[in-house]
């Protein structure tokens, strides 16, 4: 996943600005961080513990991911005003835009998954089958906005090979951005009267 490395370098970035202009990091000033775990919990719940997803229907499983990116839509858009959030909002709504009119999961053609995946195991999935955790095997003619899809792979020499989204590019870039803005100027302070 790109978010992770994305944090990593932002936090990074942010600590060594801080450090440089010889002040303290300061965090982003975040409201509503609640809303990041309940969009979290029922996909984590759903997607990554063990039986709970062959237990759902698959019906009850599309609806998880488009509820969990709109309570993302949501904590960005109430913190719009910070710097790098308004990319990340972006992101998100594009990620929300084609897991809805995708049946609630995240499209990847047959060429991109093969990347992912031996020829012999693909072969063992169908267009409309689940591919991995959050993913749905389309051909690109069956996918509504294919080029918000699953689609962009890491360079090959990369150990860690996984798919992603333009959307999830911008999540990245936007996360970044939030964590290594630092202010550099002091804040003028208000007028004594």
Known sequence: MILLPALAAGLLVGFGWARWHDRPYQPPQMKYLWLIFISFLPQFAAFYLPG???RLAHSSL???LPFSQALLLAFAW??????????????????????TANGGFMPISPQTA??????????????????GTKDILLLPQDTRFEWLAD????????????AFSLG?????????LVLAYQET????SLPVR
């Open 52 to 54: 709970i997803s062959q």
């Open 62 to 64: 599309g609806l998880l």
């Open 78 to 99: 109430l913190n719009r005003k910070l710097p790098g959030m308004l990319i990340l909002l972006l992101g998100t709504a594009l990620n929300f835009t084609v897991i």
């Open 114 to 131: 093969g990347h992912l995946v031996s020829q012999e195991v693909l072969m063992d999935f169908q267009p409309g089958d689940r591919f």
């Open 151 to 162: 689609r962009f792979l890491p360079p090959a020499w990369s150990a860690y090979q996984v």
């Open 168 to 176: 999830d590019v911008l999540i990245a870039i936007g996360i970044f």
């Open 185 to 188: 100027q002091p804040k003028e």
